[in-house]
């Protein structure tokens, strides 16, 4: 066990020589064996599930299906389609004393990966960290020991056909492993948290290692004065309806003092879909009626708290100024979006909201990897260094600098 | 006091709004006051060099002079000059809905700098993160109280004059203003600590805002079987002896067996300069006579060691394999370089060294943000988040996405 991080880190250092047909043919390998021993996988799966509550909400991210395998092994296959993003020439220059100097990108080494009780999770990191040169550290939720042995079990089958090394995935599954993995500085070069702001804070407060935070989204829309209503609507209720477990869900609707009358309109269809509605003072005199069952006084804790489901805070301001304001108070800096028809007003928004994905008629439902057409996503940071919004395969790669001289010296 | 963190926030946000015009008016403004208003900010250094020994080694580093503030002011308006780090369109991308994506540099918000009493680092870094649009909180050391006090008064008399919040650059002088520095989570965006590595690594351990470390660099030469003497023997001299206080500065000399009887060609310069070199076993029988007094036998601290001083160690091995062994056990990241005529020796090495500058019959001396074309620098990062190697302004900027759309939801 002492030892379990440095043979990682060796196995990095070979795979900081592999090509990426190579990293290719172990991903297309495995996505076909993930179909052919689906029966094992499910077994597996089939032992976590037995130890969970059925009515447990975890229960079904846990559970493997074949059609879910199917989509896992299309998803294998995506990423192995996907450009490499290592060998990358960022920045290039000779400098007068003939000295050739090359930013290029190149693999982290080792990231470290903390996940809750999802198995596909084991594939889709393998997955990304391969593709990006680097070997992996898996610490799954005890939930789903069974099925993230299993599934690193099948990784290290096809690492071994290619003659890669095993140690390029290392699946831990102890809290006390977590603490391991988090003071591993010099063997491990990044650690990603995914999952619950309770993990993400026990992270942030013991990791020695360079971290990217993900997940809190403490998600604004602004309908301005200048809002055209036609487009708020849908906005609206996609931000808050689409899926409202998710760090993108719309929590906090802010609308300007002239636009009052239209909130009757935003809030029917929100209070058909059975949202729960938050709202101030002046949001609830207007709104108040339509569905009583569903609508409350905002108190202490409407604004600055990410729901995660069918429920919203209302806001009423006076100005875009306020709005501004508001959304620097309470937001996340995850997801932000305004809704105008005023060019100037849309400017300012984008300009001065500091958030990694900032809107203009559009909800903030499409932050997601896929969506913004990077292939794949390993997860979406809230913090501004390295990495912002969704991060795929370039957000884990980093760059090195190459000097290539004749014998030439500084003065 | 309690607020002060967020005033500077609130500067922060008026900064995003300014253009590239403004900070450099700012900047010049700042450069021609430097040399009118030359006489107070001596007499304030001559209180802090009055309590500092002149025996100390930082007496030096402390001291301003006349002709030192005209170099500050010719770096001002040098930063001044640079393209702006800003607003740069990073990625853009139209998906087939329509919605219009922008990846565009912004700034951090609020940077903190932690350095030692160099009253010079006041000057850099406000002018770097005014340049990169971002507010700073500088906590300069004790010993520097007095100059950086009126060095940050004078700035604090331009931002005045033109018409920017005083809040845009806030000092600190006591160690508990550190403590509450680094926890001060949402109001401080990133930290970069100048300095020794007990600095380094307290801030390392307490941190709570995302750090970007710089400083250690235990820096290797290897002298590989198919290398030319000739080019070997002014790199490992110019690596070596070039300023030996700096983090760019060599320590581990590698050679690879077969080229032994080039060893005292390589030390004969280096002995001359003073350097103590600390051999091992078969480097030493080489080597003995030429200057007894300044060989030793190399020890368990030799290698890993960052000397900072007329002190290398020298290892022998039997192969690039070896020396690349060695280097990933006792590098620290920093700079390494390879002397060869053997093109895929040089690839090998370029391409499987683990550090931020990798050279090829260059010295590492030339690990400096000024030698690399970047036009400044605020420090060298030895980590591989957000930045690797001499940062200068493009590194101490973030990014967001910018999303456009006509009203389009997420299916």
Known sequence: MINDFSAVRSASRKLACCSDDEFNAVLLDLADMTESQASELLAANALDLARMDKADPRFDRLQLTEARLRDIAADLRKVASLPSPLGRTLKHNILPNGLELTRVSVPFGVIGIIFEARPNVCFDCFALCLKAGSACVLKG????????????????KVLQLHGLPTDSALLLTSHEDTDRLLSARGLV??????????LINYVRKNARVPVIET????????IDRAADLQKAIPIVVNAKTRRVSVCNALDCLIIHRDRLAGLPAICQPLFDKNV???????????????????????GGESFGTEFLALRMAVKV??????????????????????????????????NEVDAACV???????????????LGAEIGISTQKLHARGPMALEEITTYKWLIKGEGQTRP
């Open 359 to 373: 809107y203009h008629n559009a909800p903030t439902s499409f932050t997601d990897g896929a969506q913004f057409g």
């Open 141 to 156: 939720g005890s939930d789903a020991k069974d099925s993230c042995t299993a599934i690193v079990a099948l990784i290290h």
């Open 189 to 198: 070069d990044l650690i990603i948290p995914r999952g619950s702001s309770r």
């Open 276 to 298: 729960f509605i938050e709202a101030d003072e002046d949001a609830y005199k207007v709104i108040q009626g339509i569905a009583p069952s569903l609508l409350g006084r905002a």
């Open 215 to 222: 997940g809190a989204g403490v998600v604004h829309c602004y």
């Open 317 to 350: 301001v006076n100005s875009l100024d306020e709005a501004l304001e508001h959304i620097a108070r309470y937001g996340s800096g995850h997801s932000e979006s305004i809704v105008t028809e005023d060019e100037e007003a849309a400017c300012r928004f984008l």
